[in-house]
């Protein structure tokens, strides 16, 4: 299940500010700021993001989405904001066995490619942005 | 009341290798060949106009060319490639008895070059070194897989299934996230299959040019963002020869064609 816990981390703290998560989210953000809509929903085409790899959703202008996951269309209306930030800051909580990666994760992973070592595949502001995008795709 | 068929399928199942959670049965194994669009396939089953024929042809030639020191072509010691070489890439990654570990087919042509031609290795992905194992593997178009049979090579194909098992990179995926529970699905649009090694080396219509099974197996590293082995490293020679394994009893297709 997931727990409330606390998270000391190490690194500079204006890159990956600590998070704290209560109950089954994250409720705070991250940066202590709301995220963009619109500069969420254009990360999350940019193929470096990776969600549509594996992802589809409401993106006509792209055939490139993937469909080992569920389609996003509606998700706003499926999950809370802090649900959203906690599935992509480590979507293992919800699932142990997920293929989907923690975004926010910097430690503990094996042979991680010299260029991503030690960081997280997103920035806590990049989080936010598509927290923001994801919470208004409703039906 | 048990009949005798009952006890045969018994007896039959206890026969054959048990098969390990989350792996493929031998009926549905499938070369990435049938998860291509026909245009594609069509470029693969017609030798004129398959790009790989060329790198073929140049294998050929070098089969026959005296090199090295000793000034020996491959011919002067195994003749003609159409009987001496029939079936044997199917058999690669063999084990070496005299290193004690499993080698690649290209390892192998570089163990020939050192010590019976007293030649310098090729570079791993050089032109040669593919028209070479191209030329040989083509030997065994249409052969039955049977690499990893040999007992002796049972602990390094048990390496390469705990590689191809392991989460890795900062995507933390494992090769059987995708090959053995997504394929048929696609990522970000492009078909995943089941990473069958039938057809190496072989030409990649988006690397342009003939490339090795190590050189895709380092693009699937990169891609879930991991440091990929080196060429020639133990892992990645473990990793091939489970592929391999996993993929007994499918037919090799050198020079293969995928998108």
Known sequence: ?139 | MISWRAIAAATLFAAAPALLAGEIPPDARRSGYVFMGPDTRAMQDDDTSNPGMLFVLDGEQLWAKKTGSADRACADCHGDARSSMKGVAARYPAFDKALGRPVTLDQRINLCRANHQQATPLPYESRDLLALSAFIAHQSRGTAITAGDDPQAKPFVEQGRALYMQREGQLNLACTNCHDDNFDKRLAGAPITQAQPTGYPLYRLEWQTLGSLERRLRSCMTGVRAQAYDYGSPELVALELYLMSRARGLPMETPAVRP
Request: glycine share 10%; charged share 20%.
């Open chain 1, 1 to 139: 299940m997931v727990a409330s816990l606390a998270f000391a981390l190490p690194g500079r703290a204006d890159e990956r500010p600590p998070y704290k998560i209560v109950g089954d989210g994250i409720p705070a953000s991250l940066t202590g700021s709301p995220g963009d809509a619109a500069r969420g929903r254009a990360l999350m085409l940019a193929r470096t993001t990776t969600c549509i790899l594996c992802h589809s959703g409401p993106f006509p202008e792209t055939r490139f989405q993937g469909d080992l996951a569920p389609d996003l269309t509606g998700t706003g209306n499926r999950w809370s904001v802090s649900q959203l930030r906690l599935r992509l800051v480590d979507a293992s909580r919800f699932n142990p066995d997920t293929i989907m990666p923690s975004y926010y994760r910097n430690d503990g992973l094996v042979r991680v490619g010299r260029n991503f070592a030690g960081k997280p595949i997103l920035s806590a502001a990049e989080i936010e942005d598509i927290v923001a995008f994801l919470a208004t795709l409703r039906d």
